[in-house]
């Protein structure tokens, strides 16, 4: 999701800025991917607020409770995160041959070789320790089962999978996806609660769309660093057009199971159906085309797409 960042700068003086050891770790974790990481988090924790199996059972008003809920918030945002900045940063040290094959991403400190694995490994054990955790302290159990689990699938699954099979983009989704979860279950929700599947389903469904897009702008590149994306395997981009209309399809349908289930009212449904409508138009718009410009607009309009979903969620939750 992150644009190549400049490697280098002009001071304005004739000099060149050098990368230094902090902004090369600070790449590591993408922090672009990383601050979608919070943003759900945190919306997964604020919609638990709405639901007395969660919090309204033990929350009183005062200012005390409302520190606390706060404080949650923030803890278990910044856990997740923590773990996503470790994920990133081993797939980043993973992938460094095929990440000097691509434009985007030959920048980056590990495709230079200006950071390896003596830096690479502690600093991610760091990060996915500290953020594991801030999970339990601030969440329980479940939650930093469930963010350890979203590190294993990221690294351990997802990344070489790229390279072997297409269907490493719907593997790729789960992990992508139990952050809202985290938040969710962290402030005491269930699992299995009408509206933390639905954070999951929202979340996850939302991703095959939105990285097909992506692997279409960028379908040389893939292919030329050996990943198997399904647009660099589809010539006529057929398949991939057809398979962004079903799930775009597909998203619209999950988005509406809360308000459908009860728990959330009329603003979020209006917010929901017109979010479906525009995934589902720029999918098929793809399908029409099959070019970059269709793609891109895809791609933006998966981008405008969760914020005010899942704001509206948080608001309308409960009604």
């Known amino acids: 999701m992150s ?21 090369d770790l600070l790449q590591l974790a993408k922090p672009r991917l990383t601050m979608l ?10 919609t638990s607020w709405a639901f007395p199996e969660t919090w309204n059972s033990r929350f009183t008003g ?52 200006r950071i390896g694995a003596a830096v690479v490994l502690p600093y991610a054990t760091l990060l996915a ?18 963010g350890f689990v979203s590190l294993i699938l990221y690294v351990l699954v ?14 790729g989704a789960i992990p992508g ?14 699992p299995w609660h009408p509206v933390g599947l639905a954070l999951f389903g929202i979340l996850f469904i939302w991703q095959i769309p939105h990285f097909l897009a992506i692997a279409w702008m960028h379908r040389e590149e893939y292919e030329k660093a050996g990943f198997k994306m399904l647009p660099s395997v589809d010539p006529e981009g057929h ?7 079903i799930w775009s399809l597909l998203l619209w349908g999950v988005s509406l199971s809360p308000t459908l289930t ?13 979010g479906g409508f525009l995934m589902t138009l720029r999918s098929y718009q793809l399908a029409l085309h099959r070019d970059k410009p269709a793609a891109r607009k895809l791609f933006f309009a998966s981008l405008i797409y969760l914020p005010p979903v899942l704001s509206a969620l948080v608001i309308s939750s409960g009604s």
């Open 262 to 274: 009860g728990h959330a009212g009329l603003l979020y449904l209006a917010v929901a159906n017109l």
């Open 158 to 171: 997802y990344t070489p999978l790229k390279k072997r099979t297409p269907l490493n983009t719907i593997l």
């Open 177 to 190: 996806a139990l952050p809202p979860l985290i938040g969710w279950c962290g402030a005491g929700g269930s």
């Open 239 to 245: 398949r991939t057009a057809r398979i962004s209309v």
């Open 3 to 23: 644009k190549p960042e400049a490697e280098s700068g002009d001071t304005g003086m004739g000099e060149v800025q050098q990368p230094t050891l902090l902004s």
């Open 62 to 113: 005062t200012t005390t409770a409302w520190l606390e809920r706060w404080t949650v918030l923030i803890a278990l945002s910044l856990g997740t995160a923590l773990l996503a900045a470790a994920a990133n940063s081993l797939n980043m040290l993973w992938e460094r041959k095929q990440d000097q094959l691509m434009r985007r991403t030959a920048v980056r400190a590990t495709a230079k070789g």
């Open 129 to 146: 320790s500290s953020g594991t955790v801030l999970l339990w302290w601030q969440g329980n159990p479940l939650t930093a089962i469930l």
């Open 37 to 46: 990481v919070v943003l759900t988090a945190s919306l997964g924790v604020a």
